[in-house]
């Protein structure tokens, strides 16, 4: 199976990339940033009119968007590489509720922060609209750190997509060194899933913090 990955370094398309190269599958990266002008942004917008990555055509030409989705569907169509929980067991509760808290409540704070003026036409509103978005991500960080119990990964003894997709996010805004200081649990919890060496790889070449 081969698949192809339209992403930008840093962005949400890392998580997708990482579990492609755990599982082994056969992809193409399409160089597709939201953020740069011309053909990467002309190239996104023909998979994902609402100019958002990562978008991942499957083999037979469908494409997905969305990260969580695409997240769960690769864990579906690769159950051999255990990057999720049994279903039925109390593990995927737990993966299931922080996989959908971190999909929608997280991806909301950084769409208004990223282009505030999509949702507010005034530019001298947008400076107000960042610093919310900033209160609102910090608040649902300290949230998830006084309610997740890893043990040692986030929601049991196997590292999972949950545990790949926490650590991508934790290098956004408001930066490793906030979510270092303020929310030491999950960040032991990252550092573990970051030694592992496929994760590792991945990372390095998205991230240089």
Not at 73 to 92: H, I, M, N, Q
Not at 129 to 143: C, F, H, P
Not at 164 to 190: D, E
Request: net charge negative.
């Amino acid at each position: 199976m081969s698949f192809t990955l339209y992403g930008a370094p840093g962005t949400g398309s890392v998580c997708v990339e990482t579990v492609l190269e755990l599982i082994g599958a056969g992809f193409r990266f399409v160089p597709a940033s939201p953020f740069e002008d011309g053909e990467e942004v002309a190239r996104l917008k023909a998979v994902n009119p609402l100019l958002q990555v990562p978008a991942l055509e499957l083999p037979d030409g469908t494409i997905m968007t969305e990260s969580a989705a695409i997240l769960l569907y690769l864990t579906e169509t690769y159950p051999d590489a255990g990057l999720a929980p049994a279903p039925g067991t109390a593990e995927r509760a737990v993966f299931l509720r922080w996989l959908t808290f971190l999909a929608a409540n997280f991806y909301s704070t950084y769409a208004i922060s990223d282009k505030p003026g999509r949702f507010y036409e005034d530019p001298s509103g947008h400076d107000m609209l960042v610093r919310g978005a900033l209160a609102r991500r910090r608040a649902l960080w300290q949230l998830m750190e006084a309610q997740v119990e890893p043990a040692p990964y986030l929601c049991g003894a196997n590292m999972n997509v949950l545990d790949i997709y926490t650590a991508m996010m934790s290098h956004w805004s408001p930066g490793r060194a906030w979510f270092k200081a303020n929310c030491p649990v999950l960040a032991q919890s990252v550092a573990r899933t970051e030694a592992h060496d496929v994760v590792a790889r991945v990372f390095a070449r998205n991230f240089d913090d």
